[in-house]
């Protein structure tokens, strides 16, 4: 079965340092990895997506991910934390890429606290 | 143009009651998926529908059931509610049912049961 763990409950930054969120996935086989940002009272929305394509993902708002099949990783980075990034992080995983569902797996999230 | 709308926002019940979600998907968007996310975790696939038919079920007693209308909408239905089905109840939609497809996710509707 393939599932995600995010060790980091929460993790807090000051405003213009680096951020790392923490993921390691499990799978049988070559996953489909993606991370999703939920800001308080608001939907969850895709940060950025890997499917086998490039190891290094961008997404949105300066952030990127590195998928190291070695390590079975897909950590979030940026490389200076801005006060609108507060908000809690989802490392996701599907088990069906280009299969019949769309169903995702989220990890436990991470709660990213920026400080002014 | 409108995202995933879903009502009500907030619903309280209390045991052994019924309740129904609904949740309107983007415009043109066939597949809605339903979730459940309990406070302090992530959230839990509950079903996917997609032209109407159940494409997905994940691991939820059959209290819970979901249908999708004509116009590509949805209800969750939960019955018997119990105290630990107090979550945020997430829909998302996207334009086909696969995987390849980007799913957008409404704002949740907020359930308490006491």
């Known amino acids: 079965a393939q599932s995600v763990t995010q060790l980091d409950s929460h993790v807090s930054v000051s405003e213009g340092t680096p951020v790392l969120l923490s993921c390691n996935y499990s799978?049988?086989?070559?996953?489909?990895l993606f991370w999703y940002v939920q800001h308080p009272n608001k939907g969850l929305q895709l940060l950025l997506k890997y499917t086998s394509a490039a190891t290094l993902v961008k997404g949105i708002n300066g952030f990127e991910a590195e998928f190291k099949k070695s390590e079975t990783s897909f950590h979030l980075t940026k490389p200076s934390a801005h006060m609108s990034d507060a908000a809690e992080y989802f490392c996701?995983?599907?088990?069906?890429?280009?299969?019949?569902?769309?169903?995702?797996?989220f990890g436990t999230g991470t709660l990213l606290a920026v400080q002014p | 143009d409108a995202g995933v709308t879903q009502s009500p926002t907030h619903l309280i019940k209390t045991r052994g009651q019924h309740v129904t979600l609904r949740c309107s998907p983007i415009?043109?968007?066939?597949?809605v998926s339903w979730y459940q996310q309990v406070l302090g975790q992530g959230p839990q696939f509950i079903f996917q529908y997609y032209e109407k038919e159940e494409r997905g079920r994940g691991n939820f007693p059959d209290r819970f059931s979901a249908r999708q209308f004509p116009n590509y909408s949805s209800e969750l239905n939960v019955n018997a509610l119990l105290l630990g089905d107090s979550a945020l109840y997430l829909c998302?939609?996207?334009?086909?049912?696969?995987?390849?497809?980007?799913?957008?996710f409404g704002p949740g509707t907020r359930l308490t049961v006491l």
């Open positions: 998302a939609s996207s334009l086909a049912g696969t995987g390849y497809n980007e799913q957008f």
């Open positions: 799978s049988s086989y070559s996953p489909s």
């Open positions: 415009s043109g968007h066939k597949s």
């Open positions: 996701v995983v599907t088990p069906d890429y280009g299969g019949a569902t769309n169903k995702l797996i």
